[in-house]
């Protein structure tokens, strides 16, 4: 096990990271410019290629799955990890110092979701989150999920209701969330940007892959249909930075305005580039 900060990541967990590292970029970019942050990524990029041998001009997909092969059993991997993940925050505070996040916009949060294990999700009036997540929920395939940037699952009612409109079967809480927000415009709900949920302050880090799990909740068992592939439809991953406590009927605030406490007790323990072996 490995600590970077205050999240903990299996070995399996951290190659897993790297493997995704293309996609953890570029759904973050993606139609956002800033010179500070493609500095971030070049000098990442010749960082990666020294740790893995690869070629300096390889992107940063092509990197991050050397990276997953050549790092699994190698006493190098924590070191990149952390590497990898303080870079991913300090590009999205670039892309924010340089104007590219949405503005503020205020929600709600319309149901909380928990379970035992998959799905569906049922209703709870509150619940508290750590870096791990929703305290007390759980994911019944690990290797899918749980990995830090996957601590909170978030999903759109008002996207949900799109989707029953056109004959899916699904409630709130069906396709796993455990958020379940009310009154933001999801289109600007992605990588990137950061969320306030009831005391919880949230990273946005992936749009969440359909799972086959959720199957049932899709006419013709289409949860393809929830793609991110196929517009702003998706469920979001999100980072804890602040843990807190979070009831039904809490304002959700889209983008921020972080003080400087919480930017303290966060960024010096996400920046801070130590990762700590731990036993388990």
Avoid at 72 to 92: C, F, I, M, Q, Y
Avoid at 107 to 133: E, H, M, N, W, Y
């Amino acid at each position: 096990m490995l600590s970077v900060g205050p999240y903990r990541f299996t070995t399996q967990d951290s190659i897993r990271t790297l493997g995704n590292l293309g996609g953890l970029w570029s759904t973050m970019t993606a139609g956002r410019t800033s010179a500070r942050t493609d500095d971030l990524e070049r000098d990442l990029r010749s960082r990666l290629s020294r740790s893995t041998g690869a070629a300096p001009a390889a992107d940063l997909a092509e990197l991050g799955l050397a990276a997953q092969l050549a790092l699994k059993n190698s006493p190098a991997l924590g070191e990149v990890l952390a590497d990898v993940w303080t870079t991913l925050r300090a590009a999205s505070d670039a892309l924010r110092a340089d104007g590219q996040m949405p503005a503020q916009v205020t929600g709600t949060v319309v149901q909380l979701s928990t379970s035992g294990g998959g799905v569906p999700k049922l209703a709870v009036p509150a619940v508290d989150v750590g870096f791990r997540g929703v305290v007390g929920d759980v994911q019944r395939v690990r290797v899918h999920h749980g990995r830090p940037w996957q601590a909170l699952c978030i999903y759109s009612d008002e996207v949900i209701d799109e989707l029953r409109a056109e004959g899916h079967p699904l409630e709130r809480g069906s396709v796993g969330e455990n958020i379940t927000l009310r009154g933001l415009p999801w289109d600007q709900v992605r990588p990137g940007v950061l969320l306030q949920i009831g005391t919880v302050l949230a990273h946005v880090q992936a749009f969440a892959e359909p799972c086959n799990s959720n199957r049932s909740f899709f006419l013709d068992g289409d949860f393809q249909r929830m793609n991110a592939d196929r517009g702003p439809v998706s469920r979001i991953y999100a980072t804890v930075l602040q843990p807190g406590h979070i009831e039904a009927g809490d304002a959700a605030i889209l983008e921020p305005t972080v003080d400087g406490t919480i930017d303290a007790a966060t960024g010096a323990s996400i920046h801070a580039a130590s990762v700590i072996p731990t036993a388990g």
